[in-house]
């Protein structure tokens, strides 16, 4: 899914604020946030990982840009905890005006009125699952990431989509994101580690970077 949170590899935006970067919690909303994460789960508004990221994807992209990184968490929890029927977004929205908020502020949750269905949950606490095709490339294989512009979650990040680089190692079957983020269930696939070189990347010589990235966003190049 291509967004406003599709920003790696991306110029523009400055250099990374690292300032802080030992400290947890920056203030003590955030640690709330965090417990809110781990509460909404229990209580059945989404069932993975995936599901999450991908409400996290769908907020307000000013949102996604201004409120920070506990912010957007709080984003997503609102809109699965929304699309669960768990609490209404008008009935959050009253909550935040008697703590001091206005009808006018910026609202991150940006709930889908046709959610997907939730899902099975997890088969296990890894992501890591057997899989019992064999797997299409091998270590050392040449490949081109797909130019992939799906409406749905993905992992496939925009700045190596059709670049040209090599499998450096085979993880076996994990849990695909693409499906399991939308209740379609886990359908493992092969996952691999590819290494870019920057030359390919940014026409920038001298270092590479490498990405993990499932079979079904790869294709054999030839040499």
Same mark, same amino acid.
């Given at each position: 899914m291509k967004g406003v949170h599709d920003l790696g590899g991306k110029s523009g935006y400055g250099q990374v604020d690292q300032s802080g970067a030992e400290t947890v919690f920056h203030d003590r909303w955030e640690a709330k946030v965090f417990a809110m994460v781990g509460a909404g789960s229990a209580a059945g508004a989404w069932s993975n990982t995936d599901r999450f990221r991908h409400a996290v994807e769908r907020i307000d992209p000013e949102a996604y840009l201004t409120h920070g990184y506990y912010g957007r968490?709080? #984003? #997503? %929890?609102?809109?699965?905890?929304?699309?669960?029927?768990?609490?209404?977004?008008?009935?959050?929205?009253?909550?935040?005006? $008697?703590? #001091?908020? =206005? /009808? =006018?502020?910026?609202?991150? $949750?940006?709930?889908?009125?046709? @959610?997907?269905?939730? #899902?099975? @949950? *997890?088969?296990?606490?890894? =992501?890591?699952?057997?899989?019992?095709?064999a797997p299409k490339f091998n270590v050392g294989d040449q490949v081109r990431s797909l130019v992939n512009a799906v409406s749905h979650h993905t992992r496939? @990040?925009?700045?190596?989509?059709? &670049? /040209?680089?090599?499998? %450096?190692?085979?993880? +076996?079957?994990?849990?695909? *994101?693409?499906? +399991?983020?939308?209740?379609?269930?886990? +359908?493992? &696939?092969?996952?691999?580690?590819?290494?870019? =070189?920057?030359?390919?990347?940014?026409? &920038?010589?001298?270092? $590479?970077?490498?990405?993990?990235?499932?079979?079904?966003?790869?294709?054999?190049?030839?040499?």
């Amino acid at each position: 899914m291509k967004g406003v949170h599709d920003l790696g590899g991306k110029s523009g935006y400055g250099q990374v604020d690292q300032s802080g970067a030992e400290t947890v919690f920056h203030d003590r909303w955030e640690a709330k946030v965090f417990a809110m994460v781990g509460a909404g789960s229990a209580a059945g508004a989404w069932s993975n990982t995936d599901r999450f990221r991908h409400a996290v994807e769908r907020i307000d992209p000013e949102a996604y840009l201004t409120h920070g990184y506990y912010g957007r968490w709080l #984003g #997503g %929890v609102e809109t699965l905890l929304a699309e669960a029927g768990i609490v209404s977004q008008e009935e959050i929205t009253l909550r935040a005006i $008697a703590h #001091g908020a =206005s /009808r =006018s502020d910026l609202i991150a $949750a940006q709930p889908s009125s046709s @959610p997907d269905p939730l #899902g099975e @949950p *997890p088969s296990s606490s890894s =992501s890591d699952r057997l899989i019992s095709s064999a797997p299409k490339f091998n270590v050392g294989d040449q490949v081109r990431s797909l130019v992939n512009a799906v409406s749905h979650h993905t992992r496939l @990040p925009e700045y190596v989509m059709g &670049k /040209r680089g090599e499998i %450096v190692m085979h993880h +076996n079957g994990w849990v695909f *994101p693409d499906t +399991n983020a939308h209740g379609k269930g886990e +359908n493992p &696939k092969h996952l691999y580690t590819v290494r870019f =070189s920057s030359e390919v990347l940014w026409d &920038k010589p001298g270092f $590479a970077v490498c990405v993990d990235l499932f079979e079904p966003y790869l294709e054999f190049v030839n040499v």
